[in-house]
Nanobody
């Protein structure tokens, strides 16, 4: 099983980024996919999730700015991040979950300068 995130980088406040998480080794369409983030000295926190049926859930801090989506044909989940703020700076991780199975990517760094 592999989850490989990409799309992170250094941007200015107000900019946009699109994260991608390409998966292999799982039946992607069955999994709830999620994005989590961890800032230095903070615990990992949920950013957004999307179930196999397309239902979404967002952290209050990103509602209206971030959008999670998935392409089952490409086994990939995305997160469009708009109006980025310095407090969005973190390592962003992709997670795949189905029943008791849980898989994580290695993370991609997002740094938002003020």
């Amino acid at each position: 099983v592999q989850l490989v995130e990409s799309g992170g980088g250094l941007v200015q406040s107000g900019a946009s980024l699109r994260l991608s998480c390409a998966t292999s080794g799982i039946i992607f369409r069955l999994y709830t996919m999620g994005w989590y983030r961890q800032a230095p000295e903070n615990e990992r926190e949920l950013v957004a999730t999307m179930t196999s049926g397309g239902s979404t859930n967002y952290a209050d801090s990103v509602k209206g700015r971030f959008t999670i989506s998935r392409d089952n044909a490409k086994n990939t989940v995305y997160m469009q991040m708009n109006s980025l703020k310095p407090e969005d700076t973190a390592v962003y991780y992709c997670k795949a979950a189905w029943g008791k199975a849980e898989h994580w990517g290695q993370g991609t760094q997002v740094f938002v300068s003020s």
